[in-house]
């Protein structure tokens, strides 16, 4: 290879000597042809042309003078005198000697002044002789007129012919230049090249040298090898058989070389192919496996024993023709250890997926009867209660649900784990989703005298393309622990969108607070599953560890990442990096954004074969003014479907006889009165796929087990249309306050703490109203910062119609509307007067039956 790296460089140095020649004669004869032209006489004719064209009209002229004068003028003298002139300028016009000068715009124009002369005399020099003499005067006050152009033509030649000859001697210095240049580089080159090919002549002096002592060094290499290295001609004879391949096949050097590779070590049913692939190489055809990296194959050992190998081969050429040599592994055990880790690999995938269908049968074992235990404490939060029951009925419930949350997010991760956590992109408003979460997380807060604040750093991006599911999870995770471990502090939320030419935009969301911070040996493992940042039996709040290391599969599976900074005492920031696609702001997002109406009474049948659960969904149902029927399996619910329609099913999915997609099946590929009706799906399954299973079989909705109230009237507003005569009833006055969430905050923090906070809130509603009536005195972006951290307040404690009013005051101040914000403002007051009173720590009144 290097032999030929030098046969080349050797041939470009001499093709570049021959260029130089080659250069050297075209500039040679350049030259030449520069000096023949210059030594011409054509130039000369050429401007004598010129100036004899000039000497011609003069001549003209001069016969016109004379024939005015004479008595008796000689015209046909005249007349041949004007042919003449006329003959030179038509040759100017015409020949092609003067066409780069008729470029010249000096020398075409006056070339057309006089042309459109000599067009004008034709006629008169061509008239009889008493026009002609007639004409005369006319005729002479015409040529004088011309005479200039004459002159102006010729000079313009002239001037032409003489910058045409500098350009030529100048163009002949650069020839002779060039030469010159081309001679000394060429003499260069040859002294270079002279000098190059005795460097060459050492080089090959010194690599013969050391081939000799390469070819040695390889015979040690080649014969200390571990694996076993064969080396055989075009003809399938082995040249070279070293020491790891005489133990690899059992057979003596000395036996093997001469012998054909065929009959030694390619086992008989390859024998065939073998042959057929040597004599297709020796014809020069396809090369299916020299040349192609590592192949496994088989080979037979000398005592017949057949065994795997990995090979390559590569081939070479020499003064004796091609030949190919062979590089062979035994590769029996590794081969043996696949096989065992395959096996070991399918055992596991098998445990895997009976892992998955446990977690999947343990869930829907599970939600089953916690759907019994939930449903009846709702209906029993419906009955006439002591406070202390209520309370202890509050309080089963909220452990309900986290045991509800601890399934959930437990079989969130499996999926992950498993590869089968599936995203779901939907339209969404990020700026209203992080409203959500912070108003969620106010409660929590203000109970922990903290500030819980967010923004966005640079442009506002409302509404992309995610998943908003996942999105919250993490958000909800992330903030809730930073309000968790924040006592008397602050939590940031900092919402910012960076660009990025190549993977698009990247939302960056950094959660900052001033909590208790985070170890530095805990910070590596805090996304670890069960790890959390205060692992003492005294720490001050719970929680499984899961949320964050959630939060992390989350994010990976958005494609993303998540990261933390923290300092032990003095708080905890965690960044998170979502690509994400923003997206136009749909038509609907007022209605998107507005509640939904509760579903006129509706005729229901509900499909479920768990008595208790058929009790808790019938009492929930028939509470909110609907009619049910019941049917126990799915047969009978087909056969129910056929003769009556019902305005909804509701499914349950694992039922006896026939189960719920069954049922559903026969339901929409039939022609019976509910072939159209919505059916939704009642399941305590929640793996992704099973569900679109679900959809896929015509069912129009899914309604995740444990069964609510709110879950339940939810899904009928949203597939049945409300009564026409809804809204034209008379009106619900709804109080100011919600007092469910007084009534949580109770529970979580007891009448006492209650009373201090809502002390402390009736203060901050007093000063910020103070406030806000001095609009005057502060800038737009001050008042729309004070009145949404109320709002927040409010939210959080149930006040919805004054957190409406304060966000009627926000949006206004953020528009710049003057005069709107002013109305909003002068609201305030009398929604403030009849919220207070209904802001009691003390439970109002006992809940009772609707």
Not at 75 to 84: N, P, S, T
């Amino acid at each position: 290879m290097k032999h030929f790296a030098y046969r080349v460089r050797l041939f470009a140095f001499v093709l570049l000597g021959a260029l130089c020649v080659v250069a050297i004669i075209l500039l040679s004869r350049n030259v030449s042809r520069d000096l023949k032209l210059l030594n011409s006489a054509s130039s000369d004719n050429v401007q004598w042309t010129l100036s004899q064209a000039e000497v011609e009209f003069l001549e003209f002229q001069m016969k016109l003078s004379t024939a005015l004068i004479a008595p008796a003028p000689n015209l046909k003298v005249l007349r041949r005198e004007f042919d003449i002139f006329y003959s030179r300028i038509t040759t100017l016009e015409r020949a092609s000697i003067y066409a780069d000068m008729r470029e010249q715009p000096e020398f075409s124009r006056n070339l057309r002044i006089i042309k459109t002369f000599l067009a004008r005399a034709v006629a008169q020099i061509d008239a009889s002789d008493p026009e002609l003499r007639a004409a005369l005067p006319q005729l002479l006050a015409n040529t004088v007129d011309v005479r200039s152009n004459v002159r102006k033509l010729s000079n313009s030649g002239l001037d032409y012919f003489a910058n045409d000859s500098d350009r030529r001697r100048g163009a002949i210095k650069i020839t002779l230049m060039q030469l010159a240049g081309g001679v000394s580089f060429l003499m260069l080159v040859l002294v270079f090249l002279a000098a190059y090919l005795a460097r060459l002549n050492a080089q090959n002096v010194k690599r013969r040298a050391e081939a000799i002592e390469a070819g040695e060094r390889m015979n040690i290499v080649t014969s200390t090898a571990l694996d076993a290295v064969i080396v055989s001609d075009a003809q399938g004879r082995i040249l070279v058989f070293n020491s790891a391949a005489e133990q690899m096949f059992g057979y003596s050097a000395k036996d093997a070389i001469g012998n054909k590779l065929g009959q030694l070590i390619v086992p008989d049913h390859h024998v065939a192919g073998h042959e057929a692939g040597m004599e297709r190489l020796r014809a020069g055809g396809a090369r299916h496996v020299v040349g192609k990296g590592r192949i496994k194959l088989e080979a037979k050992r000398a005592n017949g024993d057949i065994f795997p190998v990995e090979f390559a081969i590569q081939s070479a050429n020499t003064d004796d023709g091609e030949i190919f040599i062979a590089f062979l592994r035994d590769i029996s055990l590794r081969v043996q250890s696949e096989r065992e880790l395959v096996v070991a690999r399918d055992r596991a995938l098998a445990g895997e997926k009976a892992k998955t269908d446990f977690l999947a049968t343990m869930s829907h074992e599970i939600r089953t009867p916690l759907n019994g235990l939930l449903g009846n404490l709702t209906l029993l939060g419906d009955t006439r209660l002591s406070a202390k029951q209520a309370r202890y009925i509050k309080n089963m419930d909220t452990s309900g649900k986290l045991l509800m949350g601890h399934i959930s997010d437990v079989l969130d991760i499996t999926k992950y784990d498993a590869g089968k956590l599936r995203l779901r992109p939907v339209t969404m408003n990020l700026s209203d989703l992080l409203q959500d979460i912070i108003d969620n997380q106010s409660g929590a807060a203000l109970a922990h005298d903290t500030t819980l604040e967010w923004g966005w750093t640079g442009q506002q991006v409302d509404w992309i393309c995610a998943d908003r599911d996942r999105i919250q999870h993490i958000l909800m995770n992330v903030i809730g622990n930073a309000v968790k471990f924040t006592h008397n502090g602050r939590v940031t939320v900092d919402a910012q969108v960076h660009a990025d030419a190549t993977d698009g935009p990247l939302l960056q969301i950094t959660v900052s607070d001033t909590g208790i911070g985070i170890d530095p040996d805990l910070q590596t493992q805090i996304f670890d599953d069960f790890m959390t940042g205060d692992s003492s039996y005294d720490r001050d709040v719970g929680g499984t560890g899961l949320g964050l290391g959630i939060a992390q599969r989350f994010v990976k599976a958005l494609g993303g990442t998540i990261t933390v900074e923290s300092e032990k005492g003095k708080g905890s920031s965690f960044a998170i990096h979502l690509p994400i696609t923003p997206t136009a702001s749909p038509a609907s997002e007022k209605v998107q954004r507005a509640t939904r109406a509760e579903a006129r009474p509706s005729d229901i049948l509900l499909v479920e074969d768990n008595e208790i659960n058929r009790m808790v969904a019938r009492e929930m149902l028939m509470s909110a003014g609907h009619n049910v029927t019941e049917a126990h399996n799915g047969q009978l619910a087909v056969d129910m479907a056929q003769d009556h329609r019902f305005d909804l099913i509701l499914m349950d999915i694992s039922m006896p006889v026939l189960d719920g997609r069954g049922a559903t099946r026969a339901i929409r590929s039939g022609s019976g009165a509910c072939v159209h009706t919505p059916i939704v799906a009642l399941t305590a399954n929640a793996m992704a796929e099973e569900q679109e299973a679900f959809l896929s079989d015509g069912m129009n909705d899914i309604l995740t087990k444990p069964l609510n109230r709110e879950g339940l009237i939810r899904v009928i507003a949203n597939h049945m249309a409300a009564a026409p005569d809804a809204q034209s009833t008379a009106k619900v006055t709804t109080p100011a306050v919600a007092f469910a969430y007084l009534d949580e905050l109770r529970d979580m923090l007891g009448v006492e703490a209650l009373v201090k906070l809502l002390i402390r809130y009736a203060a901050e509603v007093d000063e910020t109203i103070g406030y806000l009536q001095d609009y005057d005195s502060h800038t737009h972006d001050d008042i729309a910062q004070r009145a949404h951290r109320i709002a927040g307040s409010s939210a959080a404690l149930g006040a919805v119609d004054l957190r409406t009013a304060l966000i009627a005051v926000e949006t206004a101040a953020k528009k710049g509307d003057q005069a709107q914000m002013v109305e909003a403002i002068g609201c305030l007051p009398a929604i403030w007067a009849a919220t207070q009173p209904q802001m009691s720590a003390e439970r109002r009144t006992a809940p009772r039956m609707p």
